[in-house]
């Protein structure tokens, strides 16, 4: 049973335009969300995180969103850059410490 | 600084053998968790440890088990092993198991 989803196994977006990635959950217990990265060979890297009780979380390019009333939650990239080309999971906990990640999206970025 | 590391990167085993995984986590960092990745699947939890106490346990059979060392170094080990169980098996590591998680480069198990 699949508790987060991300419906989206591939996206391409031009460089230096907006990449945006999108993930649903089911469990409503889930209280903490976070987006990893992964080359090719590498273990997933964190990238950045959201508390349940904020709706929003900014780090340089990138932005999480979360909508708990929808359940769902987006990373959005601007401007996306190729390097920024890899695999991207979406991640929640319950408190637990313990992990559900989705599918993951792979994103190509065109020069 | 060193990040997590894991041993072997790759391996190959035939049906019914048994493998040990190892993991050792960035320094400072008390609690490893493990996770195995399918091709084609996000990666799903197999255990955590925290000061050499396991703390949870994902879905999987007794085959799998694990522990941690004194030094919070760890060990994954699959006994018995299937061919479902071809996969890249992830070690992550955290001060005290709170979020982020940093993540090894794995180790990719192949059985034959």
């Known amino acids: 049973d699949q508790q987060v989803k991300q419906n989206s196994p591939s996206l391409s977006v031009q460089e230096g335009r907006i990449s945006i990635l999108n993930c649903d959950y089911t469990n409503s217990m889930f209280d903490y969300f976070l987006w990893y990265k992964k080359y090719p060979a590498e273990g997933p890297t964190f990238l950045i995180s959201i508390s349940s009780i904020k709706d929003k979380n900014e780090d340089g390019r990138f932005t999480v969103f979360l909508n708990k009333s929808a359940k769902h939650l987006s990373l959005h990239i601007v401007p996306s850059q190729p390097g920024d080309s890899a695999v991207y999971f979406c991640a929640a906990e319950t408190g637990a410490n313990n992990l559900f990640f989705g599918t993951g999206t792979r994103l190509t970025v065109i020069p | 600084d060193a990040g997590v590391t894991q041993s072997p990167t790759h391996l190959i085993k035939t049906r019914g053998q048994h493998v040990t995984l190892r993991c050792s986590p960035i320094?400072?960092?008390?609690?490893v968790s493990w996770y195995q990745q399918v091709l084609g699947q996000g990666p799903q939890f197999i255990f955590q440890y925290y000061e050499k106490e396991e703390r949870g346990r994902g879905n999987f059979p007794d085959r799998f088990s694990a522990r941690q060392f004194p030094n919070y170094s760890s060990e994954l080990n699959v006994n018995a092993l299937l061919l479902g169980d071809s996969a890249l098996y992830l070690c992550?590591?955290?001060?005290?198991?709170?979020?982020?998680?940093?993540f090894g480069d794995g180790t990719r198990l192949s059985i034959l």
């Open positions: 320094s400072g960092h008390k609690s």
């Open positions: 992550a590591s955290s001060f005290t198991g709170n979020q982020p998680q940093h």
